[in-house]
């Protein structure tokens, strides 16, 4: 079965850190670009950070210096730590995978509230 799933997400402070993993299967996954991706009630679903295959990394600017994106090929995973949360940072993260195919995960909730 073709599937991303992702966990990790939770309630947190401002300042604080959360990681972030989505585990990959019934696919080839080292010849897929990863990304993340994050949605909030009313918002459009925007691009958080993306690592390819070849190992090219991008981040949004709001995220740049604060979130890590990393990939372990060996466990068909994509990580995401994510370091100085912020209130803004609140949304539903989603996993995408895309190659010969375009895969999403359900998503995972951070929460980052005092």
């Known amino acids: 079965q073709v599937q991303l799933v992702e966990s990790g997400g939770n309630l947190v402070q401002p300042g604080g850190s959360l990681s972030l993993s989505c585990a990959a299967s019934g696919l080839t996954f080292r010849n897929y670009d990863m990304s993340w991706y994050r949605q909030s009630p009313g918002k459009q679903r925007e691009l958080v950070a993306a690592i390819g295959a070849a190992g090219n990394i991008n981040y949004a600017d709001s995220v740049k210096g604060r979130f890590t994106i990393s990939r372990d090929n060996a466990k068909n995973t994509v990580y995401l730590q994510m370091n100085s949360l912020k209130p803004e940072d609140t949304a539903k993260y989603y996993c995408?995978?895309?190659?010969?195919?375009?895969?999403w995960g359900q998503g995972t909730q951070v929460t980052v509230t005092s």
């Open positions: 995408n995978a895309r190659w010969v195919m375009t895969l």
